[in-house]
């Protein structure tokens, strides 16, 4: 038997397993220990082709990866080791779209052998049950399990970015309160605790992020005009969501009228809350003190909406009182520019994008010059 060139890597009969074994030596690591790569074929000539494509990509530069290595480990690594910089309710959201949506699926494979074909018949799975915002999130997991497992040298590239996300199904479609509709939710939730909150939320435009960060010392009722501060919201590090979106709002009427309620309301719950209660500064807070959570604030909403007639409580969210704010504002006739800035937005591009349901799309500025011109009997005045 002729003995293969150096360089060339091995052939040899495994009696055991009962395969042709494939070695190549691909040089030495950092400590000087020498580094080779294994494959197995039935038949002799399929090993050779391994060893072939084993020496073509040492050659070539590229990472061997490791045969038993799955997207199950992958993904596994990247939730414990590759979102450091993420809060605990973002990692605790991507750990159940991955244990939701991808391990169940796709873990058990082995992470060399997935391939484009496969992402995109698991894609077009999800797109019949999620919507196109979600499948965009659970493929991006993947993504960046798979991207952070070939930094590692852990397999030759990410099939997942040669991948699209499809349609997907339909998302909700935010609304917004007709005028009638919003005097009802103004004047009928009174009873509710929530009420003031309601009040503020679609007076101000405030996000709810933004609300249930709000605190006293931001609150100035007795000042001319009275105002409120919108410097804060429960992200990470207590930012607003832009540098824009701080901001500082004039209180309408009735919101002055809420926040006072709301300061005597909040006195008689501290005191039936005695030793439990948790003084956190905040103004809207659950009956013990403490912050309250996005799902507090959806539950006690739409218990309130429970009292308004003529509107589902179902149908609704927090976030739309937001809208709400824009649309009416919009049919006042205010312009685009200036909701913009009430709500935070960096320009009109996102307030147009994201509230183009809410904007009234009726551009007035030439009509009014017009009318200045020539006036209603044609003539130039």
């Known amino acids: 038997m002729t003995r293969r060139a150096r360089g060339d890597g091995g052939l040899h009969w495994n009696e055991k397993r009962q395969r042709w074994i494939a070695t190549a030596a691909l040089g030495y690591d950092g400590r000087g220990k020498r580094v080779s790569k294994k494959a197995a074929g039935r038949t002799k000539t399929e090993a050779k082709e391994k060893l072939r494509a084993l020496l073509r990509d040492h050659r070539d530069g590229l990472a061997l990866g490791q045969d038993g290595y799955t997207v199950r480990q992958a993904v596994e690594d990247w939730l414990a080791y590759g979102l450091t910089r993420d809060t605990g309710s973002t990692i605790t959201k991507y750990r159940y779209l991955c244990d939701k949506h991808i391990t169940p699926f796709l873990g058990a494979r082995r992470l060399r052998d997935l391939s484009a074909t496969e992402v995109d018949a698991w894609l077009a799975d999800l797109s019949k049950t999620l919507s196109k915002s979600t499948t965009e999130r659970v493929r991006g997991c993947l993504n960046r399990a798979v991207r952070r497992a070939m930094a590692r040298d852990l397999v030759k590239r990410n099939v997942v970015e040669l991948t699209e996300v499809p349609g997907g199904q339909p998302g909700r479609r935010s609304?917004?309160?007709?005028?009638?509709?919003?005097?009802?939710?103004?004047?009928?939730?009174?009873?509710?605790?929530?009420?003031?909150?309601?009040?503020?939320?679609?007076?101000?435009?405030?996000?709810?992020?933004?609300?249930?960060?709000?605190?006293?010392?931001?609150?100035?009722?007795?000042?001319?005009?009275?105002?409120?501060?919108?410097?804060?919201?429960?992200?990470?590090?207590?930012?607003?969501?832009?540098?824009?979106?701080k901001r500082t709002l004039a209180l309408p009427e009735l919101c002055l009228e809420a926040l006072r309620r709301q300061r005597v309301q909040q006195a008689a719950e501290r005191l039936a809350a005695g030793d439990q209660w948790h003084d956190s500064g905040l103004v809207f807070t659950t009956a013990l003190g403490s912050a309250m959570d996005a799902?507090?604030?959806?539950?006690?909403?739409?218990?309130?909406?429970?009292?308004?007639?003529?509107?589902?409580?179902?149908?609704?969210?927090?976030?739309?009182?937001?809208?709400?704010?824009?649309?009416?504002?919009?049919?006042?006739?205010?312009?685009?520019?200036?909701?913009?800035?009430?709500?935070?937005?960096?320009?009109?591009?996102?307030?147009?994008?994201?509230?183009?349901?809410?904007?009234?799309?009726?551009?007035?500025?030439?009509?009014?010059?017009?009318?200045?011109?020539?006036?209603?009997?044609?003539?130039?005045?």
């Open 175 to 245: 609304k917004s309160l007709t005028p009638s509709q919003a005097d009802g939710v103004l004047i009928e939730t009174r009873p509710d605790r929530l009420h003031n909150y309601i009040v503020v939320s679609l007076l101000t435009g405030a996000r709810t992020e933004e609300l249930r960060a709000l605190d006293w010392d931001h609150v100035h009722l007795e000042d001319r005009p009275p105002y409120v501060e919108v410097w804060r919201s429960v992200r990470q590090g207590g930012d607003t969501k832009t540098r824009k979106s």
């Open 295 to 381: 799902a507090n604030v959806r539950r006690d909403f739409r218990r309130a909406l429970r009292l308004v007639s003529g509107i589902d409580p179902k149908d609704w969210t927090p976030r739309e009182l937001r809208h709400s704010f824009v649309s009416l504002l919009s049919n006042a006739g205010l312009p685009v520019e200036q909701i913009s800035q009430l709500v935070g937005h960096r320009g009109t591009t996102v307030t147009e994008l994201v509230y183009r349901h809410q904007l009234k799309p009726v551009l007035q500025t030439g009509a009014t010059v017009m009318d200045q011109l020539f006036g209603a009997d044609g003539g130039r005045r």
